[in-house]
Protein backbone atom coordinates (compact mmCIF):
# COMPACT_ATOMS: atom_id res chain seq x y z
CA UNK A 1 0.00 0.00 0.00
CA UNK A 2 1.61 3.14 -1.28
CA UNK A 3 -1.21 5.45 -0.79
CA UNK A 4 -1.57 6.56 2.60
CA UNK A 5 -4.53 9.15 2.81
CA UNK A 6 -6.90 8.51 -0.16
CA UNK A 7 -10.59 10.52 -0.51
CA UNK A 8 -12.47 8.95 -3.38
CA UNK A 9 -15.11 11.14 -4.65
CA UNK A 10 -15.98 12.93 -1.92
CA UNK A 11 -19.14 14.70 -2.09
CA UNK A 12 -20.89 16.88 1.23
CA UNK A 13 -23.39 19.32 0.77
CA UNK A 14 -25.19 21.59 2.94
CA UNK A 15 -28.73 21.98 2.16
CA UNK A 16 -28.77 23.17 -1.79
CA UNK A 17 -25.20 24.38 -1.84
CA UNK A 18 -22.91 21.78 -2.61
CA UNK A 19 -19.68 22.28 -0.98
CA UNK A 20 -17.38 20.02 -1.57
CA UNK A 21 -18.21 18.33 -5.05
CA UNK A 22 -16.73 14.95 -5.70
CA UNK A 23 -13.36 15.12 -4.14
CA UNK A 24 -11.06 12.47 -5.37
CA UNK A 25 -7.22 12.87 -4.49
CA UNK A 26 -4.16 10.23 -3.18
CA UNK A 27 -1.07 11.50 -1.01
CA UNK A 28 1.86 8.73 -0.88
CA UNK A 29 4.12 9.17 1.70
CA UNK A 30 7.37 11.45 1.06
CA UNK A 31 4.62 13.59 -0.29
CA UNK A 32 3.68 17.22 1.21
CA UNK A 33 -0.01 18.40 -0.41
CA UNK A 34 -0.84 22.25 -0.36
CA UNK A 35 -4.39 22.39 -0.59
CA UNK A 36 -5.36 25.82 -2.17
CA UNK A 37 -8.52 27.55 -3.14
CA UNK A 38 -10.29 30.45 -2.91
CA UNK A 39 -12.16 31.24 0.93
CA UNK A 40 -15.26 28.50 0.81
CA UNK A 41 -14.20 26.94 -2.39
CA UNK A 42 -14.42 23.71 0.46
CA UNK A 43 -10.92 23.58 1.77
CA UNK A 44 -11.78 23.39 5.24
CA UNK A 45 -15.03 21.07 4.81
CA UNK A 46 -12.83 18.30 2.83
CA UNK A 47 -10.31 18.51 5.62
CA UNK A 48 -13.06 17.53 8.25
CA UNK A 49 -14.24 14.64 5.86
CA UNK A 50 -10.85 13.78 5.50
CA UNK A 51 -9.92 13.77 9.37
CA UNK A 52 -13.69 11.52 10.15
CA UNK A 53 -15.17 14.55 11.88
CA UNK A 54 -18.09 15.50 9.38
CA UNK A 55 -19.61 12.60 7.57
CA UNK A 56 -19.50 12.81 3.56
CA UNK A 57 -22.70 12.52 2.07
CA UNK A 58 -21.34 10.23 -0.67
CA UNK A 59 -17.40 9.22 -0.71
CA UNK A 60 -14.98 7.72 1.18
CA UNK A 61 -11.78 8.64 2.91
CA UNK A 62 -9.18 6.20 4.21
CA UNK A 63 -6.39 6.71 6.40
CA UNK A 64 -3.50 3.68 5.51
CA UNK A 65 -6.32 2.01 4.53
CA UNK A 66 -8.81 2.48 7.30
CA UNK A 67 -12.14 3.92 5.98
CA UNK A 68 -12.64 6.64 8.62
CA UNK A 69 -16.38 6.30 8.62
CA UNK A 70 -16.23 2.40 9.47
CA UNK A 71 -13.37 2.15 10.91
CA UNK A 72 -12.49 4.96 13.03
CA UNK A 73 -10.59 4.13 15.95
CA UNK A 74 -7.80 2.60 13.18
CA UNK A 75 -8.30 5.82 11.40
CA UNK A 76 -7.49 8.21 13.61
CA UNK A 77 -4.39 6.10 15.54
CA UNK A 78 -2.32 7.16 12.27
CA UNK A 79 -4.08 10.51 11.71
CA UNK A 80 -2.42 13.98 13.38
CA UNK A 81 -5.19 16.75 12.57
CA UNK A 82 -4.69 20.18 13.26
CA UNK A 83 -8.59 21.99 13.06
CA UNK A 84 -9.67 24.90 11.40
CA UNK A 85 -8.58 27.56 13.90
CA UNK A 86 -6.56 25.67 16.18
CA UNK A 87 -9.20 25.23 18.40
CA UNK A 88 -7.45 24.53 22.46
CA UNK A 89 -9.12 23.57 25.88
CA UNK A 90 -9.14 27.34 26.98
CA UNK A 91 -8.32 26.10 31.14
CA UNK A 92 -6.30 23.69 30.36
CA UNK A 93 -2.04 24.33 29.83
CA UNK A 94 -0.05 23.67 26.79
CA UNK A 95 1.51 20.74 28.59
CA UNK A 96 -2.02 19.98 30.31
CA UNK A 97 -3.51 19.19 26.97
CA UNK A 98 -0.27 17.27 25.71
CA UNK A 99 -0.78 15.13 28.39
CA UNK A 100 -4.92 14.41 27.38
CA UNK A 101 -3.70 13.96 24.24
CA UNK A 102 -0.80 11.61 24.73
CA UNK A 103 -2.80 9.62 27.37
CA UNK A 104 -6.05 9.53 24.78
CA UNK A 105 -3.38 7.99 21.94
CA UNK A 106 -2.41 5.55 24.58
CA UNK A 107 0.75 6.68 25.34
CA UNK A 108 1.82 6.18 29.52
CA UNK A 109 4.65 6.39 31.20
CA UNK A 110 7.61 7.35 29.64
CA UNK A 111 6.45 7.22 26.47
CA UNK A 112 4.47 9.68 27.33
CA UNK A 113 6.97 12.00 28.59
CA UNK A 114 9.19 11.20 25.52
CA UNK A 115 6.84 12.24 23.14
CA UNK A 116 5.52 15.13 25.03
CA UNK A 117 8.75 16.60 25.43
CA UNK A 118 9.36 16.04 21.76
CA UNK A 119 6.16 17.57 20.40
CA UNK A 120 7.31 20.56 22.88
CA UNK A 121 10.62 20.75 21.76
CA UNK A 122 9.72 20.36 17.91
CA UNK A 123 6.62 23.02 18.34
CA UNK A 124 9.05 25.40 20.21
CA UNK A 125 6.09 25.45 23.05
CA UNK A 126 8.87 25.48 25.99
CA UNK A 127 8.22 28.77 27.05
CA UNK A 128 4.32 28.28 27.49
CA UNK A 129 4.47 24.79 28.94
CA UNK A 130 2.49 25.87 31.90
CA UNK A 131 0.53 28.90 30.81
CA UNK A 132 -3.13 28.01 30.09
CA UNK A 133 -4.38 27.89 26.69
CA UNK A 134 -6.65 31.09 27.14
CA UNK A 135 -3.82 33.22 27.93
CA UNK A 136 -1.47 32.60 24.98
CA UNK A 137 -0.99 34.29 21.83
CA UNK A 138 -2.79 33.07 18.14
CA UNK A 139 0.59 31.92 17.22
CA UNK A 140 1.02 29.90 20.39
CA UNK A 141 -2.07 28.78 20.15
CA UNK A 142 -1.70 27.36 16.99
CA UNK A 143 1.73 25.93 17.64
CA UNK A 144 0.11 24.11 20.72
CA UNK A 145 -2.94 22.77 18.24
CA UNK A 146 0.78 21.61 15.96
CA UNK A 147 2.18 19.86 18.70
CA UNK A 148 -0.79 18.41 19.36
CA UNK A 149 -0.98 16.71 15.83
CA UNK A 150 2.34 15.48 15.59
CA UNK A 151 2.68 13.83 19.32
CA UNK A 152 2.18 10.53 18.25
CA UNK A 153 4.29 10.76 15.37
CA UNK A 154 1.14 9.80 12.57
CA UNK A 155 1.56 8.23 9.47
CA UNK A 156 -0.93 10.88 8.03
CA UNK A 157 -1.12 14.73 9.14
CA UNK A 158 -3.61 16.81 8.21
CA UNK A 159 -3.36 20.42 8.76
CA UNK A 160 -5.80 23.40 8.07
CA UNK A 161 -4.12 26.58 8.10
CA UNK A 162 -0.91 25.56 10.01
CA UNK A 163 0.76 28.99 9.85
CA UNK A 164 -2.00 31.18 9.83
CA UNK A 165 -1.28 33.79 12.44
CA UNK A 166 2.24 33.29 12.65
CA UNK A 167 4.84 35.68 12.72
CA UNK A 168 7.47 35.47 9.55
CA UNK A 169 10.39 33.65 12.25
CA UNK A 170 7.43 31.40 13.30
CA UNK A 171 6.40 30.38 10.08
CA UNK A 172 9.80 29.50 8.36
CA UNK A 173 10.05 27.36 11.92
CA UNK A 174 7.00 25.26 11.15
CA UNK A 175 7.56 24.94 7.52
CA UNK A 176 11.23 23.63 8.50
CA UNK A 177 9.14 21.31 10.99
CA UNK A 178 6.70 20.18 8.30
CA UNK A 179 9.52 19.49 5.35
CA UNK A 180 11.54 18.02 8.10
CA UNK A 181 8.48 15.18 9.00
CA UNK A 182 7.54 15.25 5.31
CA UNK A 183 10.02 12.50 3.90
CA UNK A 184 7.70 9.45 6.03
CA UNK A 185 4.40 10.98 5.71
CA UNK A 186 1.22 12.13 3.55
CA UNK A 187 1.07 15.08 4.28
CA UNK A 188 -1.71 17.79 3.65
CA UNK A 189 -1.69 21.42 4.47
CA UNK A 190 -4.35 24.06 3.42
CA UNK A 191 -3.20 27.59 3.15
CA UNK A 192 -4.20 30.80 1.63
CA UNK A 193 -0.42 32.00 1.27
CA UNK A 194 0.43 30.58 -2.12
CA UNK A 195 4.47 31.44 -1.05
CA UNK A 196 4.08 28.26 1.63
CA UNK A 197 3.00 26.20 -1.73
CA UNK A 198 7.06 27.00 -3.14
CA UNK A 199 8.46 26.72 0.09
CA UNK A 200 7.14 23.22 1.58
CA UNK A 201 4.69 21.54 -1.07
CA UNK A 202 5.67 19.00 -2.83
CA UNK A 203 2.55 19.06 -4.91
CA UNK A 204 -0.34 21.54 -5.03
CA UNK A 205 -4.21 21.21 -5.67
CA UNK A 206 -6.46 24.02 -6.12
CA UNK A 207 -9.72 23.59 -5.34
CA UNK A 208 -12.54 26.44 -6.27
CA UNK A 209 -16.28 25.32 -5.53
CA UNK A 210 -15.93 22.38 -4.48
CA UNK A 211 -14.01 20.80 -6.96
CA UNK A 212 -9.92 19.81 -8.23
CA UNK A 213 -9.38 22.42 -10.48
CA UNK A 214 -5.71 21.94 -10.53
CA UNK A 215 -3.39 19.39 -9.35
CA UNK A 216 0.32 19.32 -9.78
CA UNK A 217 3.96 20.27 -8.69
CA UNK A 218 4.00 23.98 -7.93
CA UNK A 219 6.36 24.32 -11.21
CA UNK A 220 4.00 22.30 -13.28
CA UNK A 221 1.24 24.93 -12.28
CA UNK A 222 3.59 28.26 -12.63
CA UNK A 223 3.57 26.49 -16.55
CA UNK A 224 -0.18 27.73 -16.88
CA UNK A 225 0.91 31.13 -16.19
CA UNK A 226 0.57 33.10 -19.01
CA UNK A 227 4.06 34.99 -18.65
CA UNK A 228 5.69 31.67 -18.17
CA UNK A 229 8.89 31.70 -20.00
CA UNK A 230 8.29 35.32 -21.11
CA UNK A 231 11.32 37.13 -21.09
CA UNK A 232 11.68 40.81 -20.36
CA UNK A 233 14.57 42.83 -21.15
CA UNK A 234 15.56 46.39 -21.45
CA UNK A 235 17.37 48.18 -24.16
CA UNK A 236 18.71 51.62 -24.81
CA UNK A 237 15.26 53.89 -25.66
CA UNK A 238 16.41 54.21 -29.06
CA UNK A 239 17.23 50.57 -29.96
CA UNK A 240 13.51 49.67 -28.99
CA UNK A 241 11.74 49.80 -32.28
CA UNK A 242 14.24 47.81 -33.41
CA UNK A 243 14.58 45.14 -31.19
CA UNK A 244 10.16 45.03 -31.25
CA UNK A 245 10.76 44.25 -34.76
CA UNK A 246 13.29 41.47 -34.18
CA UNK A 247 11.58 39.88 -32.20
CA UNK A 248 8.41 39.52 -33.83
CA UNK A 249 10.35 38.14 -36.76
CA UNK A 250 11.49 35.38 -34.32
CA UNK A 251 10.12 31.82 -34.61
CA UNK A 252 8.10 31.03 -31.37
CA UNK A 253 7.42 33.89 -29.91
CA UNK A 254 4.31 35.49 -29.48
CA UNK A 255 3.04 38.69 -28.58
CA UNK A 256 5.79 41.43 -27.58
CA UNK A 257 4.79 44.21 -25.34
CA UNK A 258 6.46 47.61 -23.89
CA UNK A 259 6.56 47.34 -20.15
CA UNK A 260 7.68 50.44 -19.84
CA UNK A 261 10.11 53.24 -21.23
CA UNK A 262 12.11 55.73 -20.04
CA UNK A 263 14.56 58.29 -21.14
CA UNK A 264 17.84 56.11 -21.00
CA UNK A 265 15.81 53.00 -21.81
CA UNK A 266 12.88 50.07 -21.99
CA UNK A 267 11.56 47.30 -20.66
CA UNK A 268 10.07 44.87 -23.36
CA UNK A 269 8.49 41.90 -22.38
CA UNK A 270 8.22 38.97 -25.22
CA UNK A 271 5.41 35.63 -24.72
CA UNK A 272 6.60 32.48 -26.21
CA UNK A 273 3.87 30.60 -28.28
CA UNK A 274 4.70 27.42 -26.41
CA UNK A 275 5.98 26.95 -23.23
CA UNK A 276 9.25 26.09 -24.50
CA UNK A 277 11.94 28.94 -23.29
CA UNK A 278 12.91 30.96 -25.63
CA UNK A 279 15.21 32.84 -23.94
CA UNK A 280 18.39 31.72 -25.72
CA UNK A 281 16.36 32.19 -29.24
CA UNK A 282 16.00 35.95 -27.98
CA UNK A 283 19.52 36.36 -26.90
CA UNK A 284 20.82 35.31 -30.21
CA UNK A 285 18.24 37.17 -32.48
CA UNK A 286 18.92 40.70 -30.51
CA UNK A 287 22.60 40.23 -31.12
CA UNK A 288 22.74 39.66 -34.57
CA UNK A 289 20.89 42.57 -34.96
CA UNK A 290 23.34 44.28 -32.89
CA UNK A 291 20.86 44.91 -30.10
CA UNK A 292 22.89 45.87 -27.06
CA UNK A 293 20.90 44.48 -23.91
CA UNK A 294 21.42 45.58 -20.73
CA UNK A 295 18.85 43.24 -18.86
CA UNK A 296 17.40 39.89 -19.76
CA UNK A 297 15.35 37.95 -17.28
CA UNK A 298 13.46 34.80 -17.74
CA UNK A 299 9.99 35.01 -16.10
CA UNK A 300 8.70 31.73 -14.16
CA UNK A 301 5.10 32.60 -13.87
CA UNK A 302 3.53 33.48 -10.34
CA UNK A 303 1.35 31.04 -8.69
CA UNK A 304 -0.58 33.59 -7.85
CA UNK A 305 -1.63 34.52 -11.27
CA UNK A 306 -2.31 30.87 -11.75
CA UNK A 307 -4.49 30.85 -8.89
CA UNK A 308 -6.18 33.61 -9.55
CA UNK A 309 -6.96 32.38 -13.28
CA UNK A 310 -8.11 29.44 -12.65
CA UNK A 311 -10.32 29.66 -9.77
CA UNK A 312 -12.08 33.26 -11.28
CA UNK A 313 -12.33 31.85 -14.59
CA UNK A 314 -14.07 28.72 -13.13
CA UNK A 315 -16.38 30.83 -11.54
CA UNK A 316 -17.23 32.41 -14.90
CA UNK A 317 -17.97 29.54 -16.32
CA UNK A 318 -20.03 28.05 -13.75
CA UNK A 319 -21.95 31.50 -13.50
CA UNK A 320 -22.54 31.25 -17.51
CA UNK A 321 -23.72 27.34 -16.69
CA UNK A 322 -26.33 28.31 -14.54
CA UNK A 323 -27.40 30.60 -17.03
CA UNK B 1 -12.46 2.33 29.97
CA UNK B 2 -9.39 3.96 29.89
CA UNK B 3 -10.76 6.69 27.39
CA UNK B 4 -13.25 6.86 29.42
CA UNK B 5 -11.69 7.75 32.60
CA UNK B 6 -8.69 10.11 30.74
CA UNK B 7 -11.98 11.85 29.61
CA UNK B 8 -13.46 12.19 33.02
CA UNK B 9 -10.38 13.24 34.32
CA UNK B 10 -10.18 16.31 32.11
CA UNK B 11 -13.55 17.41 32.18
CA UNK B 12 -13.05 17.15 36.40
CA UNK B 13 -10.26 19.01 36.65
CA UNK B 14 -12.38 21.73 33.74
CA UNK B 15 -14.55 21.97 36.83
CA UNK B 16 -12.35 23.17 39.00
CA UNK B 17 -10.26 24.94 36.38
CA UNK B 18 -12.55 28.50 37.51
CA UNK B 19 -14.08 29.38 40.70
CA UNK B 20 -17.81 28.69 39.54
CA UNK B 21 -16.84 24.63 40.93
CA UNK B 22 -16.47 26.24 44.45
CA UNK B 23 -19.35 28.54 44.36
CA UNK B 24 -21.33 25.76 42.78
CA UNK B 25 -20.56 23.54 46.07
CA UNK B 26 -20.95 26.17 48.58
CA UNK B 27 -24.52 27.10 46.98
CA UNK B 28 -25.48 23.47 47.10
CA UNK B 29 -24.84 23.13 50.47
CA UNK B 30 -26.16 25.90 51.72
CA UNK B 31 -29.32 25.54 50.35
CA UNK B 32 -29.68 21.72 51.25
CA UNK B 33 -29.39 23.48 54.70
CA UNK B 34 -31.71 26.34 53.58
CA UNK B 35 -34.62 23.64 52.34
CA UNK B 36 -33.73 21.49 55.62
CA UNK B 37 -33.66 23.56 58.26
CA UNK B 38 -36.50 26.49 57.23
CA UNK B 39 -38.52 24.49 54.61
CA UNK B 40 -38.49 21.27 56.51
CA UNK B 41 -38.71 22.66 59.82
CA UNK B 42 -36.22 19.75 60.66
CA UNK B 43 -35.64 20.83 64.56
CA UNK B 44 -39.76 21.90 64.63
CA UNK B 45 -40.20 17.74 63.47
CA UNK B 46 -39.25 16.12 66.61
CA UNK B 47 -38.07 13.42 64.47
CA UNK B 48 -35.08 11.91 63.90
CA UNK B 49 -34.61 11.20 60.23
CA UNK B 50 -33.55 12.95 57.30
CA UNK B 51 -36.56 13.41 55.35
CA UNK B 52 -36.70 17.21 55.13
CA UNK B 53 -33.05 17.00 53.76
CA UNK B 54 -34.10 14.60 51.35
CA UNK B 55 -37.35 15.70 50.01
CA UNK B 56 -35.96 18.27 48.47
CA UNK B 57 -33.39 17.19 46.57
CA UNK B 58 -35.36 16.72 43.49
CA UNK B 59 -36.05 20.27 43.47
CA UNK B 60 -32.63 21.48 43.98
CA UNK B 61 -30.89 19.13 40.90
CA UNK B 62 -33.85 20.82 39.05
CA UNK B 63 -31.70 24.32 38.93
CA UNK B 64 -28.44 22.88 39.66
CA UNK B 65 -27.89 20.01 37.97
CA UNK B 66 -28.55 21.50 34.38
CA UNK B 67 -25.73 24.38 35.87
CA UNK B 68 -23.10 21.59 35.99
CA UNK B 69 -24.34 19.91 32.39
CA UNK B 70 -24.65 22.74 30.68
CA UNK B 71 -20.85 23.19 29.66
CA UNK B 72 -20.67 19.73 28.83
CA UNK B 73 -21.18 19.69 25.18
CA UNK B 74 -22.08 23.10 24.29
CA UNK B 75 -18.20 24.54 25.54
CA UNK B 76 -16.97 22.34 23.11
CA UNK B 77 -18.97 23.27 20.22
CA UNK B 78 -18.70 26.67 20.99
CA UNK B 79 -14.60 26.92 20.96
CA UNK B 80 -14.19 24.52 18.17
CA UNK B 81 -12.35 21.31 20.63
CA UNK B 82 -15.42 19.48 19.70
CA UNK B 83 -13.25 18.98 16.11
CA UNK B 84 -10.05 17.94 17.98
CA UNK B 85 -11.99 15.81 20.34
CA UNK B 86 -13.66 13.81 18.21
CA UNK B 87 -10.57 13.43 15.88
CA UNK B 88 -8.86 11.11 18.58
CA UNK B 89 -8.95 7.79 18.58
CA UNK B 90 -11.83 7.94 21.09
CA UNK B 91 -15.57 6.39 19.93
CA UNK B 92 -18.53 8.76 20.79
CA UNK B 93 -19.70 6.54 23.33
CA UNK B 94 -16.44 6.71 25.56
CA UNK B 95 -16.86 10.35 25.23
CA UNK B 96 -20.18 10.85 26.49
CA UNK B 97 -19.74 8.76 29.29
CA UNK B 98 -16.40 9.99 30.45
CA UNK B 99 -18.46 13.52 30.60
CA UNK B 100 -20.83 12.60 32.32
CA UNK B 101 -19.15 10.42 34.43
CA UNK B 102 -17.57 13.69 35.33
CA UNK B 103 -20.36 15.47 36.33
CA UNK B 104 -21.61 12.91 38.41
CA UNK B 105 -18.59 12.60 40.21
CA UNK B 106 -18.74 15.88 40.81
CA UNK B 107 -22.36 16.25 42.05
CA UNK B 108 -21.39 12.71 44.04
CA UNK B 109 -18.70 15.47 46.09
CA UNK B 110 -21.32 18.07 46.75
CA UNK B 111 -23.75 15.55 48.30
CA UNK B 112 -20.60 14.36 50.76
CA UNK B 113 -19.75 17.66 51.46
CA UNK B 114 -23.46 17.31 53.27
CA UNK B 115 -22.17 15.12 55.53
CA UNK B 116 -22.66 17.46 58.82
CA UNK B 117 -26.47 17.10 58.54
CA UNK B 118 -25.54 13.08 58.87
CA UNK B 119 -23.61 13.55 61.86
CA UNK B 120 -26.19 16.44 63.08
CA UNK B 121 -28.75 14.16 63.30
CA UNK B 122 -27.12 11.44 64.52
CA UNK B 123 -25.55 14.06 67.73
CA UNK B 124 -29.79 15.12 68.28
CA UNK B 125 -31.10 11.63 68.47
CA UNK B 126 -31.44 8.11 66.80
CA UNK B 127 -31.80 8.19 63.12
CA UNK B 128 -31.96 4.70 60.98
CA UNK B 129 -29.03 5.15 59.23
CA UNK B 130 -29.77 2.21 56.54
CA UNK B 131 -32.38 4.60 55.51
CA UNK B 132 -30.05 7.91 54.96
CA UNK B 133 -27.60 5.78 53.23
CA UNK B 134 -30.52 4.57 50.73
CA UNK B 135 -31.53 7.90 50.56
CA UNK B 136 -27.87 8.95 49.62
CA UNK B 137 -28.06 6.69 47.01
CA UNK B 138 -31.09 7.54 45.90
CA UNK B 139 -30.40 10.97 45.96
CA UNK B 140 -27.34 10.12 44.06
CA UNK B 141 -29.05 8.46 41.42
CA UNK B 142 -31.89 11.05 40.76
CA UNK B 143 -28.53 13.36 40.48
CA UNK B 144 -27.19 11.20 37.46
CA UNK B 145 -30.10 10.20 35.68
CA UNK B 146 -30.58 14.16 35.31
CA UNK B 147 -26.97 14.95 34.87
CA UNK B 148 -27.71 12.56 31.73
CA UNK B 149 -30.86 14.45 30.55
CA UNK B 150 -28.88 17.74 30.79
CA UNK B 151 -25.60 16.47 28.86
CA UNK B 152 -27.81 15.33 26.09
CA UNK B 153 -29.94 18.69 26.21
CA UNK B 154 -26.06 20.70 26.18
CA UNK B 155 -25.40 18.56 22.96
CA UNK B 156 -27.79 20.10 21.36
CA UNK B 157 -26.80 23.49 21.42
CA UNK B 158 -23.62 25.73 21.05
CA UNK B 159 -25.32 28.22 23.78
CA UNK B 160 -24.92 27.35 27.27
CA UNK B 161 -28.32 29.49 28.49
CA UNK B 162 -29.90 27.36 25.80
CA UNK B 163 -28.62 24.32 27.57
CA UNK B 164 -29.56 24.98 30.77
CA UNK B 165 -33.10 26.16 29.71
CA UNK B 166 -33.57 22.85 28.09
CA UNK B 167 -32.25 20.80 30.83
CA UNK B 168 -34.50 22.36 33.65
CA UNK B 169 -37.39 22.01 31.55
CA UNK B 170 -36.79 18.28 31.05
CA UNK B 171 -36.34 17.42 34.32
CA UNK B 172 -39.37 19.30 35.53
CA UNK B 173 -41.46 17.33 33.37
CA UNK B 174 -39.72 14.30 35.22
CA UNK B 175 -39.95 15.36 38.58
CA UNK B 176 -43.94 16.83 38.35
CA UNK B 177 -45.30 14.29 36.30
CA UNK B 178 -45.53 12.00 39.85
CA UNK B 179 -47.36 14.93 41.78
CA UNK B 180 -50.59 14.80 43.19
CA UNK B 181 -51.40 17.98 40.79
CA UNK B 182 -50.54 16.14 37.51
CA UNK B 183 -52.17 12.69 38.55
CA UNK B 184 -55.35 13.95 39.78
CA UNK B 185 -55.74 16.47 36.52
CA UNK B 186 -54.87 12.88 34.33
CA UNK B 187 -56.78 10.99 36.68
CA UNK B 188 -59.79 12.90 35.26
CA UNK B 189 -59.47 12.43 31.70
CA UNK B 190 -57.24 9.40 31.29
CA UNK B 191 -57.55 5.73 31.78
CA UNK B 192 -55.64 4.37 35.00
CA UNK B 193 -53.45 2.33 33.39
CA UNK B 194 -51.98 5.66 31.58
CA UNK B 195 -51.89 7.76 34.90
CA UNK B 196 -49.88 4.84 36.60
CA UNK B 197 -47.56 4.91 33.45
CA UNK B 198 -47.26 8.61 34.11
CA UNK B 199 -46.72 8.22 37.58
CA UNK B 200 -43.62 5.38 37.12
CA UNK B 201 -42.45 8.00 34.96
CA UNK B 202 -41.33 10.46 37.62
CA UNK B 203 -38.26 10.70 39.17
CA UNK B 204 -39.92 11.82 42.11
CA UNK B 205 -42.21 8.50 42.58
CA UNK B 206 -39.12 6.25 42.69
CA UNK B 207 -36.97 8.64 44.68
CA UNK B 208 -39.97 8.73 47.27
CA UNK B 209 -39.86 4.81 47.54
CA UNK B 210 -35.92 4.63 48.06
CA UNK B 211 -35.70 7.85 50.66
CA UNK B 212 -38.35 5.37 52.69
CA UNK B 213 -35.60 3.29 52.51
CA UNK B 214 -36.66 0.80 50.54
CA UNK B 215 -33.75 0.03 47.95
CA UNK B 216 -36.22 -1.82 45.41
CA UNK B 217 -34.57 -3.24 42.15
CA UNK B 218 -37.65 -1.73 40.36
CA UNK B 219 -36.63 1.68 41.25
CA UNK B 220 -32.73 1.48 40.88
CA UNK B 221 -33.80 -0.13 37.35
CA UNK B 222 -35.62 3.21 36.58
CA UNK B 223 -32.92 5.55 37.42
CA UNK B 224 -30.39 3.35 35.11
CA UNK B 225 -32.52 3.16 32.62
CA UNK B 226 -33.39 6.57 32.55
CA UNK B 227 -29.95 7.69 32.75
CA UNK B 228 -29.01 4.73 30.12
CA UNK B 229 -31.64 6.65 27.72
CA UNK B 230 -30.16 10.16 28.07
CA UNK B 231 -26.84 8.85 27.55
CA UNK B 232 -27.92 6.96 24.69
CA UNK B 233 -30.03 9.86 23.37
CA UNK B 234 -26.73 12.10 24.07
CA UNK B 235 -24.23 9.52 21.74
CA UNK B 236 -27.18 9.80 19.22
CA UNK B 237 -27.74 13.66 19.08
CA UNK B 238 -23.63 14.14 18.57
CA UNK B 239 -23.20 11.14 15.89
CA UNK B 240 -26.05 12.74 14.17
CA UNK B 241 -24.95 16.33 14.36
CA UNK B 242 -20.75 16.66 15.63
CA UNK B 243 -20.23 19.65 12.79
CA UNK B 244 -23.01 21.43 13.52
Redesign the interface.
Known sequence: MTEMLVLDNLTKRFGPFVAVDGISLEVKPGEVLGFLGPNGAGKSTTM?MA?????PDAGIARICGHDVATD??AA??H?G?L???A??????TAL?MLR??A????LSGAAARTAIDSAIERADLATVANQ?IETLSKGFKRRV?LA?AILHDPDVLILDEPTDGLDPNQKHQVRNLIRDMAAQKAIIISTHILEEVDAVCSRAVIIDRGRIVADGTARELKRRAENHNAVVMRVAAGDLDKAKKALAALKGTGRVETVSRGKTGARLRVYPVTTKSIASDVAAALKAKRIHVQELNVEEGRLEDVFRDITSSEAELAEVANG | M??IL??AK?EL??YF??PIAYVFLAIFVALTGVFTFFIGDFLGRGVADLQPFFQYHPWLYLMLVPAISMRLWAEERK???I??L??????TTEVVIGKWLAGWVFLGLALVLTFPIWITVNVLGDPDNGVIAASYVGSFMVAGAFLAIGACMSALTRNQVIAFVLAAVVCFLFVMGGSGMVLDAAAGVLPDVVVQAIGNMSAMVHFDNIARGTLDVSDLTYFVSLTVFWLFANVLTIELK??D
Open positions: KAGFLIARKQLYPEGPGYSEMGFASIRGTGQ | GNTIRKAGTSGTELMTLPVTKA
